[in-house]
């Protein structure tokens, strides 16, 4: 969908492919792939941080043009060059935390116009944390997790972006996603703030499942020249995309299907609300999901050698 | 319709709005002033001075500044060009400056003579010259104070005749009793020597020599370092609402106190926060809290305009306002330049105890003085640190724990009951070398 989106932006004039793009490629480089393959886009930059990775990382890199640098975000934000414009994916595979939120800052105060930027994170409770560090009486051996360790959790990592009165209930596990949403729409707001020659434009609000539910908000710092370009592309056209936080994310279902039925499935599309396969049982729920993501959806294969 | 009183009061400018600021950034004010005079005199911008070539004055005759300290007296004298009389009748003696008062870099808003007249003593004698005219002021604060009009009693005198003399003598006497307590209590006179010292550092000695009671104020610039190479400055620039702001940060040279550490703002070349290391910056906040590690860490931030009031400073220069928006802006620059010189730092001091950190030590110690003006002059960019290229490793560390009653075994064998663990360790690892693997 990000692909997507940003050929819709191409095509409304945004220069993508002289972009550069920052993220953390770790082993798989998949979305390097993706962008080099698919946009042409050169200007790649990996970022890792676990330096016992490095020979790993190196050894997987998977075209010339994508540098890697073994060092965290923070470090090589403010570097980015000035002159050029940029899509940074904070791809986090973590819950919110303080560190996160000084990212975004970094990154809205010093890209330029026209750049986009994307961040991940889980919105699972956060688990492997110390709770002693933000709740000084937790006892792991007596207390068992919950909304009152995670509220603290939140208040810890982002007090200054939570709203005023929320109780426990407020940090259930159903409200984490919420939380994160309103976290991280305060940070963008902030850091633009200070640009008041800038805004930053929702574009991308996914909620989505693989082995964690993970959110991933991010828009554009945009001048008057850049929000009207934006306005001209077809991008408010597709249906992931989001230029309000405040309305309800994308939600990324993928329905469990065989290549057989995906095979039968992908000859219907788009398909008409209320369809349903006549040759296998599937929910016309299911097959309105599927209409919504089959275009974005890799084809996988296994081979027996 | 009826009215209420919004009269203004003397009593209220003698009394309270005195209470703000310290005797010592009062005297700082009338410096202040003097340094404004001079810069008005001869045109010079602050960008010059801060900005500007190491070049002496050439042509240029430094002015003089003379602040004398006693119980009894505090007086300012400056051969700084003197205050024309149009100013004197017009603007000096108002509070805040009128729109077509001219304005200097340094005064914003028009009250710090007067506040610093008011807050050190009840008498007060003022002659300035500037080459072609003069005036004279002498005022006892107590009987202006009963007195309801608005107006201030002047003399015209001659001028000074040469440039060179043209100045400005501010002599304040009658101390008020909490002043003269202050001064015979002792350091007050050295506060504001080391004070003027850190505060102008970029106008001492470019272009005024001050002495305090007779001692001379040598300027006390902002260290910066770089190392070729290595470690190389932040540095950022923007222009917003008619203010220009320069960042830079880096890592300080040399060995350095953590009071000397953090970020430095300047106002129109005037130093209003110093080795700041609180949440006016970002520290605790946007960034980690300070910690001695980050002994090194130095920031500087210059905001310069034409019009003083834009500038983010507070009434008593030794503050910001944090409502200004150009202020919001460059903060969040600040942050973000500061996460990697911390992160850098913090590589230092690693959790995992075989890390290696020689390099990073290395380059800390390494860093050399390099002028703010010269990191200002590069395009901007973040910090950067590039360890050199690993040499391969010809050692290695060996590391074990081994039984006491083996250790001991080993020792008693080799008849050396003192030997250390490490010196049993080597002893059988060389041994094992020597007679079991062949020579390569």
Known sequence: MIIDALQRLATAGFPIFDYQYTGFGAIYFVDFIMLHKLLGMNRLLSLEQDKSLENRVSFNKPFSCVDIKMVPASSEIPSLSRDIRHIVWLDYDGVLRKDFLSDIQSAITVLPAGSILLVTVDVEPPEDYDYKQVDPDFDSSKNVLGPKQWKRYFEHHASGYLGLGLSEGDFGKSELLQRSIEVLKGAFTRSIVARPELEFLPMFHFDYRDSHRMLTMGGMIAGPTERRLLRASTIDAAIYYRGDFGTQPFEINVPRLTRKERVYLDREMPCPDGWSPKEFDLDPDKARQYREIYRFLPAFAEILL | ?440
């Open chain 2, 1 to 440: 319709m009826r009215y209420a009183s919004a009269e203004v009061r003397k009593q209220f400018f003698i009394d309270m709005f005195t209470r703000d600021i310290s005797l010592e950034d009062c005297v700082l004010d009338l410096i202040g002033n003097s340094l404004d005079s001079y810069l008005l005199k001869h045109a010079i911008s602050v960008s010059e001075l801060i900005f500007g070539p190491d070049a002496t004055n050439g042509a240029r005759k430094p002015g003089r500044i003379d602040v004398t300290c006693t119980e009894n007296q505090i007086k300012v004298v400056d051969t700084c060009g003197g205050i024309s009389r149009e100013r004197a009748m017009k603007d000096v003696f108002c509070f805040g400056h009128d729109e077509d008062d001219p304005v200097g870099k340094l005064g914003a808003y028009g009250v710090g003579m007067k506040r610093a007249l008011f807050k050190i003593g009840n008498k007060f004698d003022i002659v300035s010259r500037t080459a072609t005219e003069g005036f004279e002021v002498s005022l006892n604060l107590q009987e202006w104070a009963e007195k309801k009009e608005w107006k201030i009693p002047i003399t015209f005198v001659e001028g000074a005749d040469s440039e060179a003399k043209a100045g400005t003598s501010i002599t304040i006497t009658e101390l008020h009793e909490e002043v003269a307590l202050r001064i015979r209590e002792g350091g007050v006179p050295r506060n504001i020597l080391n004070d003027a010292a850190t505060t102008y550092p970029y106008f001492l000695d470019r272009c005024v020599k001050l002495r305090i009671d007779g001692n001379d104020v040598p300027p006390r610039p902002i260290p910066f370092g770089e190392s070729d190479g290595v470690i190389r400055a932040a540095r950022e620039k923007f222009e917003q609402s008619n203010v220009k702001v320069t960042l830079a940060a880096s890592v300080a040279p040399g060995q350095r106190m953590a009071e000397q550490a953090g970020w430095y703002i300047l106002c129109n070349g005037r130093v209003v926060v110093d080795a700041n290391k609180d949440d006016l910056t970002g520290w605790a906040s946007d960034l980690a809290s300070f910690q001695p590690k980050y002994r090194s860490f130095v920031g500087l931030a210059s905001f310069e305009s034409d019009d003083p009031l834009r500038l983010p400073w507070t009434t008593t220069k030794r503050d910001i306002n944090r409502e200004s928006g150009v202020f919001i802006r460059a903060r969040s620059l600040m942050a973000t330049m500061s996460k990697p010189i911390l992160t850098f730092l913090n590589s230092q001091y690693p959790s995992d105890p075989n890390a290696e950190v020689g390099d990073i030590r290395d380059a800390v110690e390494g860093v050399q003085p390099v002028s703010f003006r010269d990191i200002a002059s590069r395009s901007p960019s973040g910090f950067l640190y590039t360890p050199p290229k690993k040499k391969a490793k010809t050692n290695d560390w060996v590391r074990f724990q081994a039984s006491i009653t083996s250790l001991d075994k080993v020792r008693h064998h080799v008849r050396r009951p003192s030997l250390s663990a490490s010196d049993v360790g080597k002893l059988a690892f060389d041994h094992y070398v020597k007679t079991e693997c062949a020579d390569d």
